[in-house]
């Protein structure tokens, strides 16, 4: 066999068994103060972006006996700086610019930039340096189900601050992170070891008492939440815990 052949046929065997997962994440940085000191934003909101997509894919991977909230430091440390390494590919969907602080609200920041970025992610790359620091659970092991969790009514970001803690703390899924946000509305890909409903019901029953959750709809892959703060208080609404 010619060696230009038999390499081609090399580089395609090793290209296949590579497992490449898609995912779609939103990048926003603070608009001013360091960040625009070391990069144009576009740029910062990218590397964002490509950072949120596979500290996703490595929450997926984060063995049961972590905490996901806690175990966040760590699975930084392992994963490094450079999320660029563990993209085969990426585009930006969308580019929003500047636009007054959401996804950044909890900086102070007035402004952000935000952009949705498509990531072709190297899922064998990630989980090796998830393994090398002890983080990943034996493959096979767990059931793994993915929710849209869709919250609607959103007065503040407290609410969806402590929507999530609730899901990640309070419910045990195994990662909650936000695909969209908009003001008043949120969206988080859930990935849990239960179906809808009987997360829904582990919600409601973990929920603070100051966050009001309110079924509109479930089905297998979505759950339409009513979430509001019924104190009006931006600390309480951040509060984890309590039962309903």
Do not use: C, W
């Amino acid at each position: 066999m010619p060696f230009a052949l038999a390499a081609a046929l090399a580089a395609f065997a090793t290209a296949a068994a590579a497992e490449v997962r898609r995912v779609e994440a939103v990048g926003a940085v603070p608009v001013g103060g360091e960040v625009a000191a070391t990069q144009p934003p576009r740029d910062a909101a990218v590397r964002a972006a490509l950072r949120e997509a596979v500290q996703r894919l490595a929450l997926e991977l984060l063995s049961g006996d972590f905490d996901p909230i806690t175990a966040e430091p760590a699975i930084a440390k392992a994963l490094g700086d450079d999320p660029f390494r563990y993209a085969t590919r990426f585009r930006i969907l969308e580019d929003r610019g500047e636009r007054p602080a959401l996804f950044v609200e909890e900086s102070g920041a007035a402004s952000e930039y935000v952009v949705v970025v498509e990531a072709h992610l190297d899922l064998e790359r990630i989980r090796q340096r998830m393994a090398a620091n002890g983080l990943v659970e034996p493959a096979g092991e767990v059931r793994r189900v993915q929710i849209f969790v869709i919250a609607e009514g959103l007065d503040r970001y407290g609410a969806y601050a402590a929507l999530r803690r609730a899901l990640i703390e309070g419910a045990r899924v195994r990662s909650a992170q936000p695909v969209a946000m908009e003001r008043g509305r949120a969206v988080l890909r859930v990935v849990a070891d239960r179906e809808a409903n009987a997360l829904l019901e582990d919600l409601l029953a973990a929920a603070p008492p100051d966050l009001r959750i309110v079924p509109l709809s479930v089905d297998a892959e979505t759950i339409r939440l009513r979430v509001r703060n019924v104190t009006g208080s931006p600390a309480a609404a951040g509060s984890a815990g309590g039962g309903r």
